[in-house]
Every structure is written in C-alpha cells, then in structure tokens.
C-alpha cells in the first residue's frame, strides 16, 4: 500500500483525461479508484480475472464482503471494465451491475532475433530427434498439470518418445511445487523430463524457439499470455478450452484446442507429435495470429480508440 501515491493521485487526477487501473481486490487500486471517482476522472478497470467466478471461489466470504463493500461501487463507477477475451467478459460477475466492456487482448513482443535453433535444447541435454514439449507458467492446481502428467504417461505406455520441459515455480505455494516435482521424478517421466524452476532472459528465449509443442491445459486462465509468447515464435499450441484465447486458436488452426480431459489431451498431444508438418503449418498460423491480434501495434489502436471514446 502507498499512501504517497494516494496523495500524488488525489492532487495530480485533475492533469489527465483518463486512468486505467489494474486488477481488482487490491487495496491501493481500491483506494485509488474511489479518489478517481471523487475527481471525476474517467477510469478503465481491468479485472485481471479476479472476477472469475471460478476465482472468485478462493477466500470467498472475504471477496464476498470486499467485493459488496468497495469494489461494488468503483466498477458501477468505473467507465469501463476491460477484459481481455470475450470468455472473460461473459464469465465475469459484475456484483449486479451493468457495465461498458471493452474487450482488448494483452499484447505481446515478436522477438526481433532469435537465438541459434536447438542451442538451449542442447544445452539441457535434449536430443535433437526427440519432440520437446514444453510447459512455462506458474505452477498451480489451476494450471491443469494433473492432465499433463497422466496424458503424458500415456503416451510413454504407448511407446511415443518426447521429452518434457516444466518451467516454472510458485513461491506463494512452494508444497504444491514440490509436489508436482516429486510426482514426476517418481514416476515414468523421470527419465523423459527436465524440471527447470522459473526462467527468463535467453532461457526463456530459447525454450519457447526450441519447443515442438507449447501446451498449457488450464482449468481457467483469462488469457494466457505465454501462449501468446509461444506462438510469437511460431511455436504451435496445444491449449484447453480453459485457456480463454482458445476460440482465436481454432480459428487461425494455431495448434490444437481440447477439452478439460485427459483422453482428448492425450490424442492431442499424440496426433501433434506424430504430425511434423501439421506442427510446422500451424506454428506460421500461430505467428500470424499475433501478428493480427496480439501485437503492440494492434493493442495499442485498439486502446487508443477505447480511451478516445470514453475520456
């Protein structure tokens, strides 16, 4: 919490034309967004997916009683609350209130260069003939590692190589971590997966230009924005339809969208990695689908429109 930015916010709305706010549930974009609504200055609110019912569900009698209480008012309030997908939009409770939605993708960079093909690959001890799938995200039971590792088994009992990457943590949930690492090195995976911790910089460069595969089987996830990274590298995904970008997936054929399922994951994946060419072509349909969609210079039209028409 910021008093000095409450204060500087209080002193400084009456400069601007329009703010737009950042998550939900926060007690300074609580405070600061009363102090917008005080000085009459237009507000966006993004909800980040705090509005999911399904994460709504997480300390729910607390949400209940904050929501009812503070954050009820800012979003009648509010000018506009922007989403980041149409899913979110039509999942999200509002608290009873009928608001103006904008429905703006987050954007993602299209790397200007790459590193050397199969260098961070080779540097993990990967063979060159073997698929690499790759997971990236925050360790969560959210993140629908529970299909990932059972379809994955599957396909080892079905005799298809790979080689798993799990990149990622969650320090807010280290047991749950530590869980999951320990499930797979006691399991049929061991032997067929590298578990990397968190990364980033050239590491996270070369993994998502590395991997055959990006897949993330969600079990809800406003976005998800690595997905988006993946395909800026024409690396095509396999996704849930938890992933609530998934309907633009099937529509550019991006890589492979299934149900919240372990048989439809595993046919999936099967299909994607028996498939080298299919990979190929939707990974330059994945490109294409930022370029179009999820790109700074797309984003920032369609926000500049939104702040033009509400200010």
Not at 90 to 95: G, L, M, P, T
Not at 122 to 144: C, E, Q, T, Y
Not at 260 to 286: F, K
Request: hydrophobic letters at 40%.
């Amino acid at each position: 919490f910021s008093f000095p930015l409450l204060q500087w916010l209080n002193q400084h709305a009456k400069d601007y034309d329009i703010a737009h706010c950042h998550a939900l549930f926060s007690p300074v974009i609580t405070a600061a967004a009363t102090i917008l609504r005080d000085q009459k200055l237009p507000y966006i609110l993004r909800p980040l997916g705090t509005l999911d019912p399904a994460d709504l569900k997480k300390k729910r009698r607390l949400k209940q009683i904050y929501g009812n209480l503070l954050e009820r008012p800012n979003i009648a309030g509010s000018a506009a609350l922007h989403f980041t997908t149409e899913e979110e939009a039509n999942i999200s409770y509002r608290y009873g209130i009928k608001t103006q939605d904008l429905i703006i993708p987050l954007g993602v960079n299209i790397p200007d260069s790459l590193l050397k093909k199969g260098e961070t690959r080779n540097s993990l001890g990967i063979a060159d003939d073997v698929p690499l799938l790759l997971f990236m995200s925050r360790i969560d039971p959210k993140k629908g590692l529970n299909f990932l590792i059972e379809a994955t088994e599957k396909l080892i009992k079905k005799g298809i190589k790979f080689h798993l990457v799990l990149a990622g943590s969650n320090p807010q949930d280290p047991v749950y971590e530590k869980k999951i690492t320990k499930q797979i090195n006691d399991s049929i995976l061991a032997n067929c997966t590298t578990i990397t911790g968190f990364v980033k910089g050239e590491l996270k460069l070369g993994l998502l230009q590395d991997a055959d595969l990006f897949i993330l089987p969600s079990y809800y996830e406003n976005f998800g924005i690595a997905v988006a990274e993946a395909m800026a590298i024409k690396t095509p995904v396999i996704i849930s339809q938890g992933v609530y970008i998934w309907p633009d997936v099937e529509t550019y054929q991006a890589g492979w969208v299934t149900t919240l399922d372990v048989n439809a994951l595993t046919n999936a994946l099967e299909t994607a990695i028996l498939s080298p060419q299919t990979r190929e072509e939707r990974g330059d349909n994945a490109y294409q689908l930022v370029k179009d969609k999820y790109s700074w210079s797309a984003i920032a039209k369609q926000v500049i429109d939104a702040y033009q028409r509400l200010k």
